[in-house]
């Protein structure tokens, strides 16, 4: 089983023709309201891929929260670990150019109250996959981060967006999953040369934190350091219409092949694919494959 404790929010998607620079103005193709926020994002991603899914978290009483969890309904997500709590629902602008490229700005609203007294204390088993971003309190996923080594369940922690975090916390987890500019962040803030390749900076990240780090690369798949070794794989070969939710597809796919038993360098295969798909249509959550989705195309995809 997997919880994912982390955001839920509405997205106000913009479609523009290009991405607006600072001080200017631009008028809008359309605008659609969707459910998002990564940890929901990432929750509906596992739930697709196969992935028995419990999401703890919290939206406002603002009426908003019930198109912020109507995704995770529909698929089956069971979220009696959110709350609904005074205040407005966690809220994204989003700006979306015709290249599918887009810049993100999050309101957090009810997910800087998200507690990890949420979670019943036998909400987490051995073995269970405990699925973390970093959207909502970092001193609270600190908290069920000690609650899973107490009971031997795995933490994936995907450090989006990117904060200064403890390196003890940081040695607790798994598995971290990262951007290129998270990586590069997450280098400067261990105090390592940045400098050198994308591999090498993989490598010593993956040596200070002592985890398994995968860096995902967009249009270019994926690179990941895993005991020692580095493995690539490809993305499928799209055209994308929006990228938003990309990585949360990544992250919720990958981790479902973890906790269904799939070794490692199949997981990130499942997240290459999951990844692609997810770009295909607008929205963070509009696109997420399902299993037989990903089992159809994972042939396809290059070794
Ligand atoms: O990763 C995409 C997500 O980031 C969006 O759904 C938005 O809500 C922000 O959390």
């Not at 001080?23 to 739930?47: C, D, H, I, P």
């Not at 406002?60 to 005074?86: K, P």
């Not at 629902?89 to 810049?103: F, L, P, Q, Y």
């Not at 904060?163 to 400067?188: C, F, S």
Request: net charge negative.
């Amino acid at each position: 089983m997997i919880t994912v404790f982390g955001s839920l929010n509405v997205d106000y998607v913009f479609q523009m023709p290009a991405l607006p620079a600072p001080g200017e103005t631009l008028l809008a193709s359309s605008l659609v309201v969707l459910a998002g926020g990564k940890g929901g994002n990432q929750a509906l991603a596992a739930a697709r891929a196969g992935a028995t899914v419990h999401m703890a978290g919290a939206v406002g009483d603002d009426g908003m929260g019930d198109i912020a969890l109507a995704g995770l309904h529909g698929a089956g997500v069971n979220t009696d670990a959110v709350a609904a709590i005074h205040g407005p629902t966690g809220t994204a602008s989003i700006n979306v150019n015709g290249d599918g490229e887009n810049t993100i700005v999050v309101f957090p609203g009810a997910n800087a109250g998200a507690s990890h007294t949420q979670l019943p204390s036998r909400g987490l088993e051995a073995n269970d996959l405990l699925l973390l971003q970093m959207e909502i309190p970092v001193p609270e996923m600190a908290q069920m981060i000690s609650h899973a080594n107490r009971v031997a369940a795995k933490v994936v922690w995907n450090l989006a967006p990117m904060q200064a975090v403890d390196i003890e916390l940081l040695r607790q987890v798994a598995i971290l999953v990262v951007n290129e500019v998270e990586l590069q962040q997450l280098g400067k803030h261990l105090g390592l040369p940045t400098d050198g390749t994308v591999a090498a900076l993989l490598a010593q990240v993956a040596e200070q934190t002592t985890n398994s780090v995968v860096l995902t690369l967009g249009a270019k798949g994926c690179l990941a350091d895993h005991q020692g070794d580095q493995i690539a794989v490809p993305a499928l070969p799209i055209k994308p219409v929006d990228t938003v939710g990309a990585g949360d597809a990544f992250c919720g796919a990958f981790a479902a092949a973890l906790d269904a038993g799939e070794p490692f360098p199949t997981a990130l295969r499942w997240g290459c694919v999951a990844g692609s798909l997810a770009c295909l249509k607008e929205g963070a959550q509009t696109a997420l494959p399902s299993r037989d989705d990903i089992s159809s195309h994972l042939p396809t995809l290059p070794n």
